[in-house]
């Protein structure tokens, strides 16, 4: 599992204007080539008199599925540039359909390829982009003598609590960043005086907002 990587926040769309075509980028999270080839038939179903529905996708821990397609636009204009901002902006797990409604006026193949960049990217700027970083999870078994400071302690620490069980002791789960972990054991047992059970219960992915 990757350590952290970046993906876009889930389902958006974005519409821009050039020389009076249409250009709608629509925006998802996906994780199996599946999911991104339903989601672009999906858009084309809602847009079947559109003239063009083109499209990009990047699926993998190695973005080892990549595919574009250029929907009869000329070779090399549209999906290849829809999957360049994919790249640029190392986006997994992400599909984008970028439809246009011609306006009248040719763009030309640089044209196009600027209009399909900009509208790809003013979607995922739409959208939203977040960092997945891999947590483990730790349960931390303590007596209640020491909950007032572990509470305190842990709001101004970059740990972050899962959930709290009282029972005959207090036990709280916690986020720690992969790579983190022995400072995050050394910190809690100073804190406990070593009157602590610290144990690995699992790991999980934690998602942040990228500005």
Known sequence: MLTSYYTVKGY????????????????????TEEEAQAFIEKIKKEHWNANHNC??????END??????????????????ILEVL?????????????RY?????????GLIRAYSSSTSEGIKATGVVERKLAQIYK???????????????????????????????????YVTVGEEE???????NLTNGQVSIEKIGVEYLEEEVI
């Open 12 to 31: 958006g769309e974005h519409e821009i204007s050039i020389q009076r075509s249409r250009f709608i980028a629509y925006v998802n999270r996906v994780t």
């Open 55 to 60: 499209s990009a996708y990047m699926i993998g």
């Open 64 to 81: 080892q599925i990549q595919k574009a397609n250029d929907d009869g636009e000329p070779s090399g204009t549209a999906g290849v540039p």
């Open 87 to 99: 790249k640029q902006r190392q986006l997994k797990d992400t599909v984008v359909v970028v439809t």
């Open 102 to 110: 011609f306006g009248g006026i040719k763009l030309g193949a640089g």
């Open 140 to 174: 931390v078994t303590l007596d209640y003598h020491f909950l007032g400071k572990i509470e305190n302690a842990i709001h101004s620490s970059p740990y972050r609590i899962k959930e709290m069980e009282y029972l005959e002791k207090v036990s709280i789960e916690l």
């Open 183 to 189: 400072t995050f054991e050394e910190w809690i047992t």
